[in-house]
């Protein structure tokens, strides 16, 4: 008995091959018959001629995690056709997590949606999240910023061999709870603390358990970026790991154009036997914690510890006088995103300098202020990059998309703020700016680096293509209509054109509208893929 014939679409099957005219019928969680089907009765029939129909994409890089306990349906992916995601990016991952550190997430977590952390491990948030339901497929790797913080690592120090061996042992027990493998922060405290061996032992352990994949924020994406991606590179060679260089980009004015270089390393590394692999957002802007503005040496410690040092006068008159000179004249490039108070909720979608001018008060003393008021807790924009240099790094063949963002929603808890346009319109614009308007990218293409590529790279199976008996991960389209809305002054905006998208062979989008279905399953090594 089938479900779902979708009838007379454009079948781009997601390995680069031109499209072909044809049925795709659904029974169950697979592709059941990829051919004429018009004799079939199914449960439902839709028509697609003049409809794309591709594997539902693959979000290489996202931020969900506990999120998707808040918005369980994940709207802001499921609308823009994306039916699974890679979470615990950037060194952050839902667990493992310490006593010190799961206090912290869950009084945040609670006092911005409510939510409560009942796991400490990831077999405990996978299993609650198994329990919960979801709208999308998920894996995760875990955060080498959650094992150096779980062993007592919070110092910008090497280290001794006691620490590192329960950190490694941390990471083989992540793996062996279905951890995909491991991913790196390296701005971010106190992941950035590790050195290179310390990087390398822990991606280690992951692929002795057998999920040999590195994903790393490179240490610096500016000025040091080349030094950084070669420092990645060697973590793959000793690892024996692959290498995947998230949301790649050259930040600051002085650093365009490095890029090139950096690719034709990572071209140059994959040439001698390693697996290297980039991932990116088709934007000029990224999106972090405010904090990210703050010297390693200052952003040190306990939240609680750096925001009493900040409150302080004198030390925060000297920190913000060392801020003058990193960011004097780039404070209109940084726009504040989010706060998680009422008190500052005026400050979303205005650079600092711009609040620095109403308030008659310095831009550096303005952000200081903002995140002694708000603990911390401030997202923003930083206009930082070009466009010539988004271009270069989607060229890449070995490139995938990812929305670096978390499941959002234009009403209830997640509609917060003014969160980055990529939550929503990450792949709708790949298909509408650098498929159909510029012709930058073959859709066959843009499709392959959206599905095959991730799914090879992440070792999924079953998933990533239009097969038959592979998984019913299907998302329909409209070619001449689809694309982003959501802009960086109205970013809660869903993408248009994106019309059925089906997770497991059960629809969570029908005629560009959210069924609520929750048919996404955890994704865990060993187990699942």
């Not at 072909?20 to 029939?45: H, M, N, Q, Y």
């Not at 999240?129 to 690592?153: I, K, Y």
């Not at 971010?188 to 032992?201: Q, S």
């Not at 036997?273 to 999106?287: C, F, I, M, N, R």
Request: proline content about 5%; aromatic content about 6%; overall charge neutral.
């Amino acid at each position: 008995m089938l479900d779902v014939v979708l009838a007379g679409g454009l079948v781009i099957d997601g390995t680069g091959k031109p499209g072909f005219v044809t049925d795709v019928a659904l029974a169950k969680d697979v592709i059941a018959r990829i051919g004429d089907c018009s004799e079939l009765e199914p449960k439902i029939r839709i028509d697609c001629a003049g409809l794309v129909l591709a594997p539902g994409f693959i979000d290489m890089h996202g931020h969900s995690d506990e999120i998707l306990f808040v918005n369980p349906t994940a709207d802001s992916k499921v609308r823009q056709g994306i039916t699974t995601e890679v979470g615990g990016n950037c060194g952050s991952s839902p667990a493992p997590l310490s006593d010190r550190e799961r206090a912290d997430r869950s009084a945040r977590l609670k006092k911005r949606y409510g939510l409560e952390i009942t796991w400490d491990d990831f077999d405990g948030f996978f299993s609650a999240l198994e329990r919960a339901g979801c709208g999308l497929n998920f894996c995760c790797l875990v955060g080498l910023g959650n094992t150096r913080d779980a062993v007592g690592g919070l110092l910008p120090q090497p280290l001794n061999a006691d620490a590192l061996a329960r950190e490694c042992s941390l990471v083989r027990e992540a793996c062996a709870q279905g951890a995909i493998g491991v991913s790196s922060g390296l701005i971010y405290p106190p992941g950035r603390f590790a050195d290179l061996g310390e990087l390398a032992a822990l991606a280690g352990a992951a692929a002795a358990s057998g999920s040999a994949f590195y994903a790393t924020h490179l240490r610096s994406e500016g000025d040091e970026l080349e030094a950084a991606v070669g420092e990645a590179l060697d973590v793959g060679r000793r690892a024996q790991v692959s290498v995947q260089f998230s949301h790649h980009k050259a930040a600051g004015h002085k650093n365009w154009g490095k890029v090139h270089r950096t690719l034709a390393t990572i071209e140059k590394a994959r040439t001698r036997g390693l697996d290297v692999g980039v991932d990116q957002y088709p934007y000029k802007a990224s999106s972090t914690g405010l904090d990210a503005i703050l010297p390693q040496d200052v952003n040190l410690g306990t939240r609680d510890a750096i925001v009493e040092r900040l409150a302080d006068p004198r030390y925060g008159a000297l920190v913000a006088a060392r801020l003058e000179l990193e960011w004097g004249g780039r404070w209109n490039d940084i726009v504040i995103s989010s706060v998680s108070t009422s008190r500052n909720a005026c400050t979303e979608g205005r650079s600092i300098a711009q609040i620095a001018a109403a308030i008659g008060q310095s831009s550096a003393a303005t952000a200081l202020r903002l995140l002694v008021e708000e603990q911390l807790d401030v997202s923003a924009i930083y206009f930082t990059m070009c466009e010539s240099d988004v271009r270069a790094v989607l060229s890449y063949e070995r490139t995938c998309i990812g929305t670096d963002a978390a499941a959002r929603a234009i009403t209830g808890p997640t509609s917060i703020g003014r969160p980055h346009p990529r939550a929503f319109g990450t792949f709708p614009r790949v298909l509408r700016r650098y498929v159909r308007e510029t012709a930058f990218l073959p859709l066959e293409e843009a499709i392959r680096r959206s599905t095959t590529l991730p799914a090879m790279r992440l070792g999924l199976r079953r998933r990533g293509k239009v097969a038959e008996n592979w998984y019913g991960d299907i998302v329909v389209f409209d070619p001449q209509r689809v694309g982003d809305a959501s802009t960086y002054l109205e970013p809660l905006r869903y993408p248009v054109g994106i019309c059925h998208v089906f997770v497991n062979g059960r629809p969570v989008v029908l005629d560009e509208a959210p069924t609520g279905e929750r048919s996404g399953r955890v994704l865990r090594r060993g187990r699942d893929l």
